[in-house]
């Protein structure tokens, strides 16, 4: 049996849009991990803190969204608070090829703490490990494999 060429190409089109779409809606999900905190909202950002001091990072900031959001007149925001987190070690060694310092626009990691509208209090984070993969091998070693898993160690 023949294959007609427009149905081969046909088929190929189809596979290729229906990957598009999957990977569309797929990527938010895997880019980003999110899990309930077993501890009040305070608690959790402060645990966080904890985590990761006692591993040797540093807490330069921890944004408090939901007060900015108030400021500017959003009054029923519910909390919402970011801890950016950095490990000098791991930030010294992605930053030393001119051609990776790109990856600054993603430095420091970033932790959300947040209430969702049921009140429960709820953790995210990138997805280091996946996110790792779009970028050079030495970012990947270093990114993909101390940061993911110091990060996953501290939530």
């Known amino acids: 049996m023949k294959a007609n060429p427009l149905s081969l190409v046909f088929g190929m089109l189809l596979g290729m849009a229906a990957t ?13 991990q999110v899990h309930q905190s077993r501890f009040g909202f305070e608690e959790t950002v402060a645990a966080i803190e904890e985590a990761a001091k006692s591993r040797g990072w540093k807490v330069p900031k921890v944004y408090d969204i939901q007060k900015t959001l108030q400021d500017a007149g959003h009054a029923d925001m519910t909390r919402v608070k970011i801890v950016s987190i950095c490990q000098p070690h ?6 030393q090829d001119d051609a990776d ?16 509208g049921q009140g ?3 953790v995210a984070e990138m997805n280091m490990g996946l996110m790792s993969q779009f970028f ?5 070693e ?12 501290m939530m």
Not at 25 to 30: H, N, R
Not at 101 to 110: D, E, G, Q
Not at 136 to 140: E, G, K, M, N, T
């Open 136 to 140: 050079s091998p030495a970012v990947r």
């Open 90 to 95: 791991h930030a010294y060694n992605v930053l």
């Open 20 to 32: 598009a779409v999957a990977a569309f809606k797929l990527m938010p999900k895997l880019m980003l």
């Open 101 to 116: 310092k790109f990856v600054t626009a993603i430095m420091p990691c970033r932790v959300a703490v947040y209430e969702d």
């Open 120 to 122: 429960r209090v709820q």
């Open 142 to 153: 270093i990114i993909g494999k101390s940061v993911a898993v110091e990060e996953k160690e």
